[in-house]
């Protein structure tokens, strides 16, 4: 019964973002290199062994120990699958690799993506602006695709942020 509550209230939370997205290629590639990191990292210990003696010994812990920096390592890059953007009534949620930052629809004057950028950008007052590590270039077709969604829920919650001429002409 406690995981039909837990499920509820998941949903719950998950029903007021509009948007959520995650760069596609991105997480491709980071899956490719992690497991390659971990595979190379599992071939040099099993051939530390091998070949003539050098004087030096290798042992099983040593084999162990460059498994577990393989792990290690995989798992750091792995830290890229939690790159996301959220959208909804409370505003743009960001999550980069370590943490989560929130702005609210008021801190908010728009959205760019510049030629030759290689993601989006949240435009803030003052002329300052945050990347959108989510709305990657070379996504093509879906980053445009997000960047329209984000821009649409914008046009619900601050009409102002949604134009991209207002962004510009500031």
């Not at 210990?45 to 003539?52: K, N, P, S």
């Not at 070379?138 to 445009?144: E, I, T």
Request: aromatic share 8%.
């Amino acid at each position: 019964m406690s995981g039909e509550a837990q499920q509820s209230n998941s949903d719950t939370r998950d029903a007021e973002w509009e948007l959520e997205y995650r760069p596609k290629k991105l997480r491709v590639w980071t899956v490719a290199i992690a497991v390659a990191v971990l595979v190379l990292h599992i071939i040099w210990a099993l051939i530390l062994t091998a070949g003539r003696d050098t004087g030096v010994h290798i042992g099983g812990a040593d084999q162990l120990a460059f498994v577990v920096i393989g792990i290690i390592l995989a798992g750091l890059i792995l830290l890229l699958l939690r790159i996301r953007i959220r959208a909804g009534s409370e505003g743009v949620e960001l999550t980069g690799l370590l943490a989560t930052k929130l702005y609210r629809w008021d801190d908010i004057v728009g959205f760019t993506f510049p030629l030759s950028a290689q993601w989006a950008r949240l435009e803030l007052p003052a002329y300052e602006h945050v990347g959108i590590p989510a709305i990657q270039a070379m996504d093509g077709d879906a980053a445009v695709t997000a960047m329209h969604a984000l821009r649409d829920v914008a046009h619900t919650y601050k009409p102002s942020a949604a134009d991209p001429e207002n962004v510009a002409d500031r």
